[in-house]
């Protein structure tokens, strides 16, 4: 069946820092793939997708590139803020109609 | 637009007892969702409801039932709580079930069965 794996945190960057957040995926056909963000407190929000090999979703700062080849929908920003301090979902959506999550990575982002 | 609602955000309840969890969209969504969230295990998918008077079973349906009420009203019944479904429970709606769709959710409530 089809399944996301993604980084486990917590991740601890300082402000201004490079941030990767790494998943991979495996899956039948041609998925889509999302990555969601939840703040302390709040459901979980679309932060970027990506619906086709080589597309790059971007939003905010981040990004992320679908690459086929290597099964993976990294998570990218170039510069974070402690504002950007919550958990990352990797998600992927397959040709069954169903969306699976990964197991979330929190990030802290220090001062 | 509220988007998607949630009630209560709260709960607690003793085992056995049976509780309701209420959602409702308001963006004219065909498709809405129930997940559980919990520590180290990301979402599961509890029931979904792909149009209105559909409702199919996700990853962990057992010991949950759903009712599509209309198009904006989708609820999860714990019939008989037990420990192991202490959780947080989101409620999702998209504009269909395809592959592009993005998943709207609601603030999620905290359930704890002592």
């Known amino acids: 069946g089809n399944s996301v794996t993604q980084m486990e945190g917590p991740v601890t960057l300082s402000e201004e820092a490079f941030l990767t957040i790494n998943c991979t995926y495996t899956?039948?056909?041609?998925?889509?793939l999302f990555w969601y963000v939840q703040y302390p407190g709040e459901g979980l929000q679309l932060l970027l997708k990506?619906?086709?090999?080589?597309d790059k979703g971007s939003n905010k700062g981040f990004e992320a590139t679908y690459r086929k080849e290597t099964t993976s929908f990294h998570l990218e920003k170039g510069s974070v803020q402690v504002s950007d301090s919550a958990v990352y979902f990797c998600?992927?959506?397959?040709?069954?109609?169903?969306?699976?999550f990964g197991k979330g990575t929190r990030l802290h982002i220090l001062p | 637009n509220a988007g998607v609602t949630q009630t209560p955000k709260f709960q607690v309840l003793k085992t056995g007892q049976s509780m309701t969890l209420q959602c409702a969209q308001d963006m004219n969504h065909n498709s809405m969702y129930w997940y559980r969230q919990d520590p180290g295990m990301g979402l599961r998918l509890i029931y979904y409801s792909a149009s209105e008077g559909t409702t199919d079973k996700g990853e962990v349906p057992n010991g949950y039932n759903v009712s599509r009420l209309n198009k904006r009203e989708f609820s999860l019944r714990l019939e008989s709580a037990a420990p192991s479904q202490t959780s947080v429970y989101f409620c999702?709606?998209?504009?269909?079930?395809?592959?592009?769709?993005?998943?709207?959710f609601g603030p999620g409530t905290r359930l704890t069965v002592l």
């Open positions: 990506a619906t086709k090999a080589d």
């Open positions: 998600a992927l959506w397959g040709r069954d109609d169903k969306i699976i």
């Open positions: 899956a039948t056909g041609y998925p889509s």
């Open positions: 999702a709606s998209s504009a269909d079930t395809t592959r592009t769709d993005t998943q709207y």
